[in-house]
Nanobody, 125 residues
Framework: QVQLVESGGGLVQAGGSLRLSCAAS????????VGWFRQAPGKEREFVAT????????SYADSVKGRFTISRDNAKNTVYLQMNSLKPEDTAVYYC??????????????????WGQGTQVTVSS
């Protein structure tokens, strides 16, 4: 079992930055891959980024490459999403999720067994 709690969302102007945190509890977290997904109003949940269990493999959606960076600190049981150069179209609820194979390559939400409650990110123009 893995429990996940996101934090760090808020309101920011276009071009600004935010860092989201995903704090985890549970014995399997350090061996789990963790992904970030987002869902905007009226849209389906979409993949943002993912990281393998040891942090050596990461994957990003094309829409965030070069702007967002995913990282993790297993000693703190936390995964981060640094978001720079934010755009209004980044506005969404952001969720972190864990998958037990530790891949760092899964972009399909169905691969992730555990989910947090989400944190709102709003980017004003």
């Amino acid at each position: 079992q893995v429990q996940l709690v996101e934090s760090g969302g808020g309101l920011v102007q276009a071009g600004g930055s935010l860092r989201l945190s995903c704090a985890a509890s549970g014995r399997t977290f350090s061996s789990s891959g963790v992904g970030w997904f987002r869902q905007a109003p009226g849209k389906e949940r979409e993949f943002v980024a993912t990281i393998s269990w040891a942090g050596q493999t990461t994957s990003y959606a094309d829409s965030v490459k070069g702007r967002f960076t995913i990282s993790r600190d297993n000693a703190k049981n936390t995964v981060y999403l640094q978001m720079n150069s934010l755009k209004p179209e980044d506005t969404a609820v952001y969720y972190c999720a864990a998958e037990l194979l530790g891949s760092g390559r899964y972009t399909d939400a169905a691969r992730y067994a555990y989910w947090g409650q989400g944190t709102q990110v709003t980017v004003s123009s």
